[in-house]
């Protein structure tokens, strides 16, 4: 009180502030809504609502609580807005491995459509660790995610089958959706979306494509016989040599990792094991990287001696010399479409539930006809 009896109208007191935000042992603490506000003056109703904005406060009122929200760096309790319903939840990105340069173009994607809708998009990699991926999921559950988008082949056993029911069956529970990008849809009617793209017609313009141009003798080097997109790519590759009344040979089918050693090694290796062939369909453009080098290392030319074909049509495939024919995967529009999807059924608009996006065989420089 002053001394004529009214009542002070001084600011509270900072340093007061700053001691009450110490905890039991003298440490800082991270500010509450109770400290702003004691800092601005008012009961902590008043601060709810001026932050909620769904009650009018006076500008007065609404400055002294911004001034002391910024003086005390005070963060909203994002999952409490969550779970009141005030805020909309993110869209959770789990990727077997986020250095890639195809998986890195759907996280753009998943990124770019997130933002548009007012989103916070989170990336995280399980590398190849289901255990870790039943804790991400799980995590994103907990965190309210409003779609958690599982994106790259799988092995499509009965336990996955189990493990991709939990989770579908359980974000719905919880208001959320489960995303597969690039796999295959599930069985059984579960509460899932599904965004594919054409994996065997694309292997099969690839390997189509060095047919036609009189190649009769083509190297497949695929993926991993165990993942989904190598068992399609596959069956793409073998469409064609039906569609041309070609017997398939054994030697000419190597599966293996969707990286540049490996292309590296097996290209390698079939040239050392005198394995003919005048023509290689690469089963991604990091794989037919790795060809070109150990074609390079043999002293052979592309396309002169050997024509090449990748998969995926990352940026550098372009650039390469020779520039690369590749099958192009809209790997952003995947992206962009997941999300679309999954937040048009957790906001009960209705929508497609499994969409398989088309590929395109980009012509460039690496093919031409066999030598007589």
Known sequence: MTANGHASSAAPDPSAAKRRRKNSVGEERPSTIRDVAERAGVSVATVSRALAGNYPVSAATRKRI????????????????????RVAGP??????????????????????????RGRLSLVCATHGDS????????????????AVVLVGGA?????????????ARALDAAGSRLVLVGRPP???????????????????????HLLVQGHRRVLFLGGDPQLSTGVQ????????????????????????????VSGYQRTRDALRAGVDFTGIVAGTDMVALGALAALRDAGLRVPEDISLVGFDDV??????????????????????????????????ISGDDHIVLSTQLVIRQSVRPPRP
């Open 66 to 85: 911004t001034d002391a929200v910024e003086s005390l760096h005070y963060v909203v309790n994002v999952h409490a807005k969550a779970l009141s319903g």
């Open 91 to 116: 869209v959770a990105l789990v990727l077997r491995d986020i250095t890639g340069p195809s998986l890195a173009h759907v996280a753009a994607g998943v990124e770019q459509e997130a933002a548009l």
């Open 131 to 146: 255990a870790r991926e039943d804790d991400l999921v799980q995590l994103m559950r907990e965190q309210h995610a409003a």
């Open 155 to 167: 092995v499509q056993d009965e336990a996955y089958f189990q493990r991709m029911a939990g989770y």
């Open 186 to 208: 599930l069985p059984g009617g579960l509460p899932v979306t599904v965004v594919d793209y054409d994996n065997r017609g694309g292997a099969f313009q690839a390997a189509d």
């Open 233 to 260: 790519r596959r069956e793409g590759y073998l469409h064609a040599l039906r569609a041309h009344d070609l017997q398939y040979t054994r030697e000419l089918d190597v599966p293996g990792l969707y990286t540049r």
């Open 315 to 348: 940026p550098f495939a372009a650039d390469l010399s020779p520039s690369l024919t590749s099958v192009r995967v809209p790997y952003e529009d995947l992206g962009r479409t997941a999300v679309r999807l999954a937040l048009e059924r957790t906001e009960r």
